[in-house]
């Protein structure tokens, strides 16, 4: 199997990329700073074009959307500035769709070809604790662009996921977060494993848990 993991320098990525080559997989694994597999911000279309030209041909049976920033964490509602909301979008939003776009040939190459987004449960309209508006919208968003993608990818036989992938003690998490990066891993490959045309379309955290929209 081949795996394009994006967002792979470090946290859920990097141990993504390292528990699936265990595992025996092909793995691709992006980063922005190239410090990890191959270079790709997934926010600039001149990279995307150029990393699909790199795997033209190539058949990616899973696709895993896990680049992403989260630049307002604990941040004031006066400080909240044109260019938080900007790149949080292009990164956590734009940059998930314009992967599945340049990857999509890939995909279709595939025997049963399938695509993860890595959401968060801050994406669900269901729990509104306040704070966090950045990150929150793009999550929602996110989640938003895996639905219909679900739905319009169906008729390929393409299945879609959408994954909270807990509170992880990561950077990005903090190191209150109440499960480790790879408790969170396995439990993300397992739902990966399990994702069918049959449940694409799905919200789910980390250990199989139905999310709120």
């Not at 199997?1 to 470090?10: L, N």
């Not at 995307?48 to 990616?60: D, I, M």
Request: net charge negative; hydrophobic share 40%.
């Amino acid at each position: 199997m081949h795996v394009v993991v994006t967002g792979t320098s470090r946290g859920i990525g990097r141990e993504l990329v390292a528990k699936l080559r265990e595992e025996g997989h092909e793995v691709t694994g992006t980063s922005r700073d190239h410090s990890s597999g191959v270079r790709l911000d997934v926010t600039d279309p001149g990279q995307q074009a150029r990393f699909a030209a790199q795997l033209k041909g190539r058949p990616v049976d899973l696709l895993v959307c896990n680049a992403g920033v989260y630049l307002d964490k604990s941040m004031a509602l006066e400080d909240y500035s044109a260019e938080v909301w900007g790149k949080t979008l292009a990164a956590n939003v734009t940059g998930v769709f314009l992967t599945v776009q340049a990857l999509l040939p890939n995909l279709r190459l595939a025997a049963d070809p399938k695509i993860a987004i890595i959401s968060s449960q801050m994406a669900s309209h269901a729990r509104a604790p306040g704070g966090s508006y950045a990150y929150r919208a793009s999550k929602a968003a996110a989640l938003s662009i895996g639905r219909n993608l679900a739905t319009d990818l169906l008729p390929e036989g393409i299945a879609v996921g959408i994954y909270h992938p807990g509170w992880v003690r990561t950077d990005m998490g903090g190191q209150d977060g109440e499960i480790s990066v790879e408790e969170s891993v396995a439990g993300l490959m397992h739902e990966f494993d399990v994702l069918s045309t049959e449940t694409t379309g799905c919200f789910h955290g980390w250990d199989g848990r139905i999310q709120a929209y």
